[in-house]
């Protein structure tokens, strides 16, 4: 990455760009009936651009084994007790299925960090095995170099997400105490390496409950001004996930209450209103509900956060690790499942949240990509 981020990064809130200079002010002490007034203004800015669409999204979860020890997350290393597995690729296949029988054509494969995604070629496999029948494949994985990346691209990867966690660098460094995740640097590099990449739409975010959210959610703004000036081939996304219930029993470190989530989505779309706005099953339904119309652009649904937890693929081949190291069950338990990497709070059928939306007047949105849109464009460009 550029020096120049890490530099304006450091130098918050005591320097800012006269774009950060808006957004802090629209952060900042608010009294209701201003934050209303910006949520009113804010879903104006999303009908304009937007229009009336919501697309909708599943992750599928790949495996739950990691070398990182991070203390909000379930997957970490460090929790010796939770079951684990890495699913085959034909039992990808068979979650992928399962999520397009429900609808879905746009699926985040997502998966701990562990060297075997990268240097066997498994995620690639997983990629080229559903890109067939789910067009829209996005992959939420440990971070690699730009050729990795190019590799995933064409394998038929087209959306790349990578959370900062928090932009705190004391904070980054108390909750991330082993495995290559350590270096803030480098994961703060990702977005840019997977634009040189080739990736043509990014997801950046922030864990909102790790330190001061008005702070937090300028350092993300400053990230998002600073990507979209420098990675323009590319199209932006943001969200800002509150930490929920995981193995391991860890809690929040700082507040984030319900109308600090509100005032930030706002602020982040008048702020940015041609960035999307990502909304996951995190919250809880009735304020998604509330949230849907204000500047939310993509949502996901009836999601699972375990491997397998769609279909009950992989549960033949649950273990425990020790410090990334694979410990077999002696006794294989029959109907337990793999360890998720959180809980969720809206717990609604994919229907379900499609009807929601309908009833609030958005177009829930299945599909709104296809490789084939680049071949025709190709053969255009060959035929002029």
Not at 94 to 114: I, K, T, Y
Request: include cysteine; proline fraction near 6%.
């Amino acid at each position: 990455m550029p020096a120049d981020f890490l530099t304006t990064l450091d130098a918050l809130p005591d320097r800012k760009s006269p774009l950060m200079e808006r957004f802090w002010s629209m952060i900042g002490p608010k009294a209701p009936a201003r934050i209303e007034a910006m949520a009113r203004e804010a879903r104006a800015v999303t009908r304009r651009n937007f229009g009336r669409t919501m697309r909708l999204f599943a992750p599928l979860y790949l495996s739950n084994e990691c070398v990182n020890n991070c203390a909000y997350c379930g997957f970490s290393r460090d929790n010796p007790d939770i079951l684990r597995v890495t699913l085959s690729v034909d039992q990808v296949v068979r979650e992928a299925r399962h999520l397009a029988e429900q609808g879905f054509r746009n699926v985040l494969l997502v998966a701990g960090e562990h060297p075997r995604f990268v240097s066997e070629g498994y995620l690639e496999e997983c990629i080229r095995a559903i890109r067939g029948f789910i067009p829209t494949v996005g992959i939420e994985v440990g971070p690699m170099e730009a050729p990795e990346y190019a590799r995933m691209v064409e394998a038929g990867a087209e959306g790349l997400v990578v959370y900062q966690e928090t932009y705190d660098r004391e904070a980054y460094a108390e909750m991330h105490t082993a495995g290559p995740k350590k270096d803030f640097a480098w994961r703060m590099a990702c977005p840019e390496r997977g634009h040189e990449g080739g990736f043509r739409r990014i997801g950046i975010g922030a864990l909102f409950g790790l330190s001061d959210w008005r702070l937090e959610a300028l350092r993300l703004a400053a990230h998002l001004e600073h990507l979209l000036r420098h990675c323009w081939r590319a199209s932006f996304t943001v969200a800002f996930p509150r930490l929920r219930p995981a193995a391991g029993g860890f809690q929040p470190l700082t507040a984030f209450p319900d109308w600090a989530l509100v005032q930030t989505l706002c602020a982040f779309r008048l702020t940015f209103p041609e960035a999307g706005i990502v909304l996951s099953t995190r919250e809880p339904a009735a304020l998604r509900d509330a949230l849907a119309p204000l500047g939310v652009t993509s949502m996901s649904a009836g999601s699972h956060t375990e491997p397998g937890g769609y279909t009950g693929a992989g549960a033949e081949d649950l273990h425990k690790t020790v410090k990334g190291r694979r410990v077999d069950l002696e006794d294989k338990p029959c109907s337990s499942r793999a360890e998720g990497q959180f809980h969720i709070a809206d717990e609604r059928s994919p229907a379900e949240v499609a009807a929601m939306l309908r009833a609030r007047g958005l177009d829930p949105v299945w599909k709104d990509w296809d490789s084939a849109i680049l071949s025709a464009l190709g053969a255009g460009l060959t035929a002029a």
